[in-house]
């Protein structure tokens, strides 16, 4: 069942900019981003249109929340205190496919990477990636940090469907 969502022209503005800045080095700062057509400038305030963004109580929207990499580094940090019973043969199989496709960066493939990465499906098993998975002795999260083939939006989209990450930091409610 598809969903139908209604985003207003400072929602799609924020979204577009959170996937560039993620994006930093495809685009210079002064870069102007077309969407439906239309040109706009990402270093001007507001929206396409010239209006400014909406806020509450004088609150930047989304002030609170998290970027997709940090999300990512919060959860990796909340996976490494998950336990319970696992097939280990089968998760050290997952891991050295990951670590086959990140390993290998001219003939990698991201899509297959993050197929992986969705096979993980509870939290006992995503623990034991979090705190097993090294290449070249690095942590999953430093491996992803440091390949810029995976925007993070993309890792956050592989995961949010089978967990609940997190929204932002203490004192901000909500998750994705």
Request: net charge positive; glycine share 10%.
């Amino acid at each position: 069942m598809k969903r139908i969502i209604k985003l207003t022209e400072s929602d799609l503005t924020r979204i577009v900019r959170r996937i560039i800045k993620e994006q930093t080095p495809l685009l210079s700062i002064g870069d102007q981003v077309k969407v439906s057509g239309r040109g706009f400038n990402l270093n001007k305030g507001g929206t396409p249109s010239g209006r400014p963004p909406r806020t509450t109580d004088g609150i930047e929207p989304d002030g609170c929340e998290y970027s997709s990499e940090e999300k990512i580094r919060e959860f990796f940090k909340d996976a490494k205190t998950w336990n319970g019973s696992v097939d280990e043969k089968y998760m050290n199989s997952i891991i050295e496919k990951m670590k086959k496709e990140l390993g290998s960066f001219w003939t990698g493939e991201p899509r297959e990477f993050l197929r992986l990465l969705g096979l993980i499906k509870t939290q006992a098993g995503m623990g034991y990636l979090v705190r097993t998975f090294k290449l070249d002795n690095k942590n999953l999260f430093t491996v992803l940090s440091e390949d810029h083939r995976f925007p993070w939006l993309s890792v956050v989209l592989a995961l949010k469907n089978k967990f609940t990450l997190p929204y932002g930091p203490s004192g901000c409610n909500g998750s994705v």
